[in-house]
Nanobody
Framework: QVQLVESGGGLVQPGGSLRLSCAAS?????????MAWYRQAPGTQRELVAR???????NYADSVKGRFTISRDNAKNTVYLQMNNLKPEDTAVYYC?????????WGQGTQVTVSS
């Protein structure tokens, strides 16, 4: 029904930057979905990284405030996560999430590895 495809992950050195993208398809209501990025590192629970709603209001995990920026382009049905000043502790699989009326949809995830 709703498909989410992440891209942009990879291997970067500490202090580097990556821009993740999440392209949504299968819905004409993208603009009213709450969109979010989650991440999960080995041995940890999946955690919310950033969230954005239709109005543009955003919320971030304390660990990424000031370094990550979530944005959306409704004309392109795409959500972005700009990640700057990356740290080794940011290493995880990053997942795109869409939420509307209690229904959630997930992408397959994209690996982000921060290492020297």
């Amino acid at each position: 029904q709703v498909q989410l495809v992440e891209s942009g992950g990879g291997l970067v050195q500490p202090g580097g930057s990556l821009r993740l993208s999440c392209a949504a398809s299968g819905t004409i209501n993208f603009s009213i979905y709450t969109m979010a990025w989650y991440r999960q590192a080995p041995g940890t629970q999946r955690e919310l990284v950033a969230r954005i709603i239709t109005s543009g209001w955003t919320n971030y995990a304390d660990s990424v405030k000031g370094r990550f920026t979530i944005s959306r382009d409704n004309a392109k049905n795409t959500v972005y996560l700009q990640m700057n000043n990356l740290k080794p502790e940011d290493t995880a699989v990053y997942y795109c999430n869409a939420l509307l009326r209690g229904r959630q949809y997930w992408g397959q995830g994209t690996q982000v590895t921060v290492s020297s």
